[in-house]
């Protein structure tokens, strides 16, 4: 079962804007991880965010992570044609040891 | 290191026949993940095993489905008989000791049709 719903499911966007997206999840979690899937690839660690932490930066990437809402976002910054891909949210429940991914949003970058 | 490998990348059967999916961990990675991959029902965790065992196998759809690792260097995931609804993308992945919740480095996923 997915626990996490991303949001928008698909969104394009022009090379150089910045690209948002936003995941919702159910219960409870130890820590909060967002993936990307080229087409065709295996999913590539983006970033991970722990229960405790608000926010976190890693290049061109913000997540920010809001216990109280069961919500994250991830931003990525001045996109480029190869941040073209699906992000996937993946939450790792505080009662569970299980990584349960979302739906996922597809990201396209137009040059 | 050269990643989570998959074999083989794509596969193609007839229904009813047994196909075996192939898995090569990260060196040193204590547990392996088995994924399946459909528009319909997104990334599904199958099974996942820690040192070799077998932990959580909820994720497995029915009795067709089993696998194995039996080293901590291979494992595989066998669908005998295969159905058409078993077409997907399926993806192993690696993580190391106090990992089971923190990242996972995936395969390149094994493209299964099953006509």
């Known amino acids: 079962s997915q626990q996490g719903e991303e949001d928008p499911q698909a969104l394009s966007i022009q090379e150089g804007e910045n690209a948002t997206m936003n995941c919702s999840y159910k219960?409870?979690?130890?820590?909060l991880q967002w993936y990307r899937q080229n087409s065709g690839r295996g999913l590539v660690h983006l970033i991970l965010i722990r229960s405790n932490e608000r926010e976190k930066h890693s290049g061109r990437l913000r997540v920010t992570l809001d216990t109280s809402k069961k919500s994250s976002s991830l931003l990525i910054t001045a996109s480029r044609a190869a941040d073209t891909a699906s992000y996937f949210c993946?939450?790792?429940?505080?009662?569970?040891?299980?990584?349960?991914f979302g739906a996922g949003t597809t990201v396209t970058v137009r040059a | 290191d050269a990643g989570v490998i998959q074999s083989p990348r794509h596969e193609v059967t007839e229904m009813g026949q047994e196909v075996t999916l192939r898995c090569k961990p990260i060196?040193?990675?204590?547990?392996l993940f088995w994924y399946r991959q459909t528009m319909m029902r997104g990334l599904e965790l199958l099974i996942y095993f820690n040192n070799n065992v077998p932990i959580d196998d909820s994720g497995m759809p029915e009795d067709r489905f089993s696998a194995k690792m039996p080293n901590a260097s291979f494992s595989t995931l066998k669908i005998q008989p295969s159905e058409p609804r078993d077409s997907a993308v399926y993806f192993c992945a690696s993580t190391p000791r106090e990992g089971r919740q923190e990242t996972q480095y995936f395969g390149p996923g094994t493209r299964l049709l099953v006509l």
């Open positions: 060196s040193g990675h204590d547990y």
């Open positions: 993946a939450t790792a429940a505080s009662n569970d040891y299980k990584l349960s």
């Open positions: 219960t409870s979690i130890n820590n």
